[in-house]
């Protein structure tokens, strides 16, 4: 811009030499060298170089979301009845989650190398402890944020000394800013804040191409369920379900986790054990894990049952899982089948 007003006093002050010099040679056509040279200047496509535009940072005004169910069985309404109250889909809440996404990850002309934390099961090793650890309520270490040791990833400071901090959710989604072939990888937060350095083996780079336009949506506070598509620049709600999630209590079963977390696997069966114990107790159907054990599901089967279970009137009310999202079968098939790992976030909000 500063160069296009610096040209622009330049043409004004020609014009203004070129009027005076017209008073004294009259109207002669006379065209000079410097005529030509002139017209070069105000012509050339290039002379003019206007800055480039900061891409714009959304906001939860800027995610237009449209209604198209989908999924009709079961749907809830934007404000509907509970007991003696109202529950609300909180829409508002919603678009600022999938306005972060769209800002940290699906911005065009950016490109964004991007790496999913994983420790399903302490399958790459148990994090180290951190200094300033607490013991919770079921006797597992966590750091400050109140993230447990257990299935979590270590993360590291990146100025000084390194130094363990906190840990990291199996299920984050983090930018990689440096070589992911290193030992330490430093990666900045898209489902937390700030930058790390994160030890090689807990991270798997999803590339750098990879836009999540699916979002399942889930509400702990209104156990609620939605789902939504991005098509074009707008966002379209396919389904308005009824939900249960984690209960706090102590000492098997944990609450769904708040935050962003990427679809990372899906299991047409997901077999679980009786509390305190390595027997198999059922299954879930049509499940896909978003962080450490946390599915979306459908209704348990418990043994000896076989045959998958449509409905349950617990469903909608009170957290009671295990940190699972139970939903009706029908449902959670529905969501089996559209969600796709790389394409596709759970977003937990309270």
């Known amino acids: 811009m500063r160069r296009f007003l610096t040209i622009l006093k330049k043409k004004t002050a020609i014009i203004l030499y070129l009027s005076i010099i017209g008073f004294n ?12 040279e002139i017209d070069d200047l105000f012509l050339t496509p290039d002379s003019v170089v206007l800055a480039e535009e900061e891409p714009k940072t959304l906001t939860a005004s800027d995610i237009i979301l449209k209604k198209e169910i989908q999924f009709e069985d079961y749907n809830l309404d934007d404000v509907y009845p509970h007991k003696d109250t109202t529950r609300v889909f909180q829409w508002e809440k919603i678009q600022e989650k999938i306005a972060h996404i769209e800002n940290e990850v699906n911005s065009e002309g950016e490109s964004h190398k991007i790496g ?87 991270l798997i780079p999803w590339g750098d191409s990879i836009k999540f336009d699916k979002v399942v949506a889930v509400d702990v506070t209104n156990q609620n369920i939605s789902t939504l598509e991005k098509r074009e620049n707008e966002w379209y709600i396919l389904s308005m379900n009824p939900a249960t999630t984690g209960v706090h209590k102590p000492p098997y079963a944990l609450e769904t986790p708040v935050g962003i977390f990427a679809i990372q696997e ?85």
């Not at 750091?143 to 979590?152: A, C, K, L, M, T």
């Not at 983090?174 to 937060?189: E, F, K, S, W």
């Open 25 to 36: 040679i009259g109207c002669d056509n006379f065209k000079s060298d410097s005529d030509s």
């Open 116 to 202: 999913i934390f994983s420790n399903y099961r302490n399958k790459n090793g148990e994090a180290p402890t951190v200094s300033d650890f607490v013991r919770n309520e079921y006797r597992r270490v966590s750091d400050q944020y109140g993230v447990e040791r257990y299935q979590s990833v270590p993360l590291y400071s990146f100025e000084g000394d390194t130094i363990l901090e906190r840990y990291g959710r199996d299920g984050w989604i983090a930018h990689i800013l440096g070589n992911d072939t290193t030992d330490m990888i430093r990666v900045r937060g898209v489902s937390f804040e700030g930058e790390y350095l994160i030890p090689n083996r807990y």
């Open 266 to 350: 899906q299991k047409e069966k997901m077999f679980y054990t009786k509390d305190g114990s390595s027997e198999i107790a059922g299954y879930a159907p049509y499940a896909s894990r978003f962080t450490n054990g946390a599915y979306i599901h459908g209704v348990p089967t418990q043994n000896p049952r076989h045959s998958i279970i449509e409905w349950s009137n617990t469903l909608g009310t009170t957290p009671r899982s295990h940190m699972c999202v139970r939903n009706a079968s029908s449902h959670s098939k529905f969501v089996y089948d559209w969600v796709t790992v790389k394409e596709a976030v759970v977003v937990v909000i309270d």
